[in-house]
């Protein structure tokens, strides 16, 4: 079992930036891939982004395209989110998650084997 904690989030301002990581401990990790998804209050939790094993394949929900980027660093079993140009619409917790299978590039909230505990970020405004 992989555990995943996350960090990084926080209050902005409308138009800033958030870097959200997410470390992995526990199986391999460079075989799976990772994904970014947020949860806001009264809503499911949804899709923000992707990344495959290797960085090769990356996805990003419509909404964040152009001003999110996700990437990772398998040595350090570490994935990223870079959110650029903030938006209140943004505001939510965001989740990582650990494919549960390898080798597969795509994945959706019920494909994850392992979510960590959350890291709120809020934009104002």
């Known amino acids: 079992q992989v555990q995943l904690v996350e960090s990084g989030g926080g209050l902005v301002q409308a138009g800033g930036s958030l870097r959200l990581s997410c470390a992995a401990s526990g199986r391999t990790f460079s075989t799976y891939t990772m994904g970014w998804f947020r949860q806001a209050p009264g809503k499911e939790r949804e899709f923000v982004a992707t990344i495959s094993w290797s960085s090769a394949a990356t996805n990003y929900a419509d909404s964040v395209k152009g001003r999110f980027t996700i990437s990772r660093v398998n040595v350090k079993k570490t994935i990223y989110l870079q959110m650029n140009s903030l938006k209140p619409e943004d505001t939510a917790v965001y989740y990582c998650?650990?494919?549960?299978?390898?080798?597969?590039?795509?994945?959706?909230?019920?494909?994850?084997?392992?979510w960590g505990q959350g890291t709120q970020v809020t934009v104002s405004s």
């Open positions: 998650a650990v494919h549960r299978s390898p080798y597969i590039s795509t994945m959706r909230p019920g494909d994850a084997a392992s």
